[in-house]
């Protein structure tokens, strides 16, 4: 029997930690609702961010029959709907269920995988991940162990490109030109080399061995882990793995610096049938465009909250990159919602101080040369990687940062003037020449 929902609080520390181990694991899920301020929330994990049609119109049907008939993309490729009623936990979990959308009830909250969205498209990555993904999947939902894990804890699968290596997942696999597979264990450079059929069985020890290692510290990702605990968790797997898995020189991969998505319009090397990549200002469809992207073909939800349509037919590929750029989303270069994001921000957070949503489209101008990211407090939920506009809404005004990877640099506080806003955040951002 499907297990009703449950309306809790969530309460996070700071942007991207784990929930809290003191409160117990309060992420939300499809089967637990946050409460919001606009309505219970429910978030739903899709691994890889891959939708089929069906399932695609199913969570389409459940935005618009249960919530506020909007869909909202993350920053791991997931789903959130939003505007729900607190009692609507059966019927949900019935319709993602039908759908295929819940293989697990226990598992549901840990499957949190992000793959190279266009891996097996464009002939650029060393192989295609898709069997890694539903590899892992399955081996997470078949695991008693997983189901420990915390809702933020993180796998990417990248197929060699390296552009879900540099998001800062818990475990990264990524795809080797001599067909293996390297297996990054935390944020660091150390990395091990395995089978590449062996990978996802490769992630999940890493997984259980992590859970060991945080019996002690509570810690809920590898991130929270003691230094000297975390130095010593890749050896622990190799051990655990045997004489498959070997210690790659340190630094012979390092990470990434800049995560880049794919860039809007058609993907390049397609045949009969086309894949497009369109972006979604501010990671949010209404009703039409998510109902134009779903009836298009299959769908790859991005982390940078874009998405790849797969599977369209040739023929009507530039009649259909017109419709969604006539419906709004992000069709090609110049549009000035390129690299913008924002928090959900008041009405739906009450811990925001402003509708950050509507002060980024009023400064919307310009493509800037680095992405800017709104947000209503200080936890900053969502907000990328790498180099990045940092706009934080605080009791004073709008505080504007530049991010280089572990460093901040102060820029400037504006005052209750829209327009100096959209100013300073333009010169801040940069102009593409």
């Not at 630094?251 to 979604?280: F, I, K, M, T, Y």
């Not at 209404?286 to 369209?312: E, F, K, M, N, Y």
């Not at 259909?320 to 009405?347: H, M, N």
Request: charged letters at 20%.
């Amino acid at each position: 029997m499907l297990a009703a929902m449950s309306a809790t609080p969530v309460t996070t520390s700071s942007p991207g930690d784990a929930c809290a181990r003191s409160s117990g694991d309060a992420c939300p899920g499809a089967l637990r609702l946050h409460r919001a301020d606009d309505g219970a929330l429910a978030r739903i994990r899709i691994p890889g961010g891959v939708l089929t049609p069906h399932q695609a119109a199913v969570l389409g049907q459940a935005a618009e029959r249960l919530g506020d008939g909007e869909l909202h993309l993350t920053s791991r490729g997931n789903v959130q709907l939003r505007g729900l009623a607190p009692d609507c936990g059966a019927e949900l979990a019935l319709l993602l269920s039908r759908a295929g959308l819940l293989p697990s009830e226990r598992h549901e909250r840990v499957r949190n995988v992000i793959a190279s969205p266009l891996s097996g498209l464009d002939g650029l990555g060393a192989v295609d991940v898709r069997p890694w993904l539903t590899g892992l999947d399955r081996l997470l939902c078949g695991n008693d162990r997983a189901t420990a894990l915390s809702g933020r804890f993180l796998f990417a699968l990248d197929d060699g490109r390296g552009d879900v290596d540099a998001l800062g997942a818990d475990l990264t696999l990524r795809a080797h030109d001599d067909g293996s597979a390297l297996l990054r264990v935390g944020a660091g450079d150390t990395v091990l080399r395995v089978p590449s059929a062996d990978g996802p069985r490769a992630a999940l020890t890493a997984a259980e061995a992590f859970l060991d290692s945080a019996r002690t510290s509570g810690a809920w990702r590898i991130k929270d882990l003691p230094d000297a605990t975390a130095a010593a968790l890749p050896a622990e797997v190799v051990r655990r793995l045997g004489a498959a898995c070997v210690t790659v020189t340190p630094g012979a991969l390092p990470r990434p610096l800049e995560a880049l998505p794919p860039a809007p319009g058609p993907v390049p090397g397609g045949g009969r049938e086309a894949a497009l990549s369109v972006g979604v200002p501010l990671g949010r469809l209404d009703r039409t465009q998510w109902r134009l992207l779903s009836g298009g073909g299959g769908l790859r939800l991005t982390p940078w909250r874009g998405i790849v349509v797969t599977g369209v037919a040739a023929p009507g590929a530039d009649g259909l990159l017109s419709e969604l750029s006539g419906a709004g989303l992000i069709t090609g270069p110049g549009s000035p919602w390129t690299g913008v994001g924002a928090c959900i921000g008041r009405p739906g957070c009450a811990k925001s101080l402003a509708d950050v949503r509507a002060d980024a489209g009023a400064a919307v101008g310009a493509p800037g040369r680095l992405p800017v990211y709104w947000s209503g407090c200080e936890r900053r939920c969502g907000h990328p990687r790498g180099e990045w506009i940092d706009v934080v809404a605080t009791p004073g005004g709008h505080r504007i940062s530049h991010v280089r990877g572990d460093r901040t640099t102060e820029a400037a506080t504006v005052r209750d003037d829209p327009a100096a806003l959209a100013d300073a955040v333009a010169a801040a951002r940069g102009t593409h020449t």
